[in-house]
T-cell receptor, first 112, second 117 residues
């Protein structure tokens, strides 16, 4: 059973378009992280959200943590080819704040 | 270097052999994680340590897999009697607690690519 679900699984868009990817669970998380992974590399942290309803912005990326702390979204404005990669959400549950599990990922391809 | 170091980077072995994968975390990091990752998929949790204590090993697929971190620094993931289905990228990550005790940033190594023939 996948504790974290991500959608869509694959996304191919033109440069300049906007997109949103989703991370969902039936479980409550004490914190949720988003990572980006490029081919041949390990995942690299983009953001950590810890408060229900929290919104964080990182340049053209906007992250939101759901009010119930069961879901999150990542919105990218005016996507660029450099945004191409595998986007992973990762959560830690309240009962074990440092056990970090990952979702299956969204593979994003931005076409010039 | 200052990052997480894994060795070997590549390991090819025959079915039935034992393999040991090593992870040297960032100095001072409390937590150390082992994941297995298929191409294009998210990392699959195997086990993790805080200092030398193994906190959770629920992700280890079966009893052929074991891990240790005896001095709270370097960790070894051992797979006994390897099978072809064990072929994968094995990734190690380390972290320290984040602000207010929330999850800190995980820093990943380059991974160990295991191929079982």
């Amino acid at each position: 059973t996948q504790l974290l679900e991500q959608s869509p699984q694959f996304l191919s868009i033109q440069e300049g378009e906007n997109l949103t990817v989703y991370c969902n669970s039936s479980s409550v998380f004490s914190s949720l992280q988003w990572y980006r992974q490029e081919p041949g590399e390990g995942p690299v942290l983009l953001v950590t959200v810890v408060t229900g309803g929290e919104v964080k912005k990182l340049k053209r990326l906007t992250f939101q943590f759901g009010d119930a702390r069961k879901d999150s979204s990542l919105h990218i404005t005016a996507a660029q080819p450099g945004d191409t990669g595998l986007y992973l959400c990762a959560g830690a549950r309240k009962t074990s704040y440092d056990k970090v599990i990952f979702g299956p990922g969204t593979s994003l391809s931005v076409i010039p | 270097g200052a990052g997480v170091s894994q060795s070997p980077r590549y390991k090819v072995t025959k079915r039935g052999q034992d393999v040991a994968l090593r992870c040297d975390p960032i100095s001072g990091h409390v937590s150390l994680y082992w994941y297995r990752q298929a191409l294009g998929q998210g990392p699959e949790f195997l086990t993790y340590f805080n200092y030398e204590a193994q906190q959770d090993k629920s992700g280890l697929p079966n009893d052929r897999f074991s891990a240790e971190r005896p001095e709270g620094s370097i960790s070894t993931l051992t797979i006994q009697r390897t099978e072809q289905r064990d072929s994968a990228m094995y990734r190690c990550a380390s972290s320290s607690p984040g602000l207010a005790g929330f999850t800190g940033e995980l820093f990943f190594g380059e991974g160990s690519r295991l191929t079982v023939l």
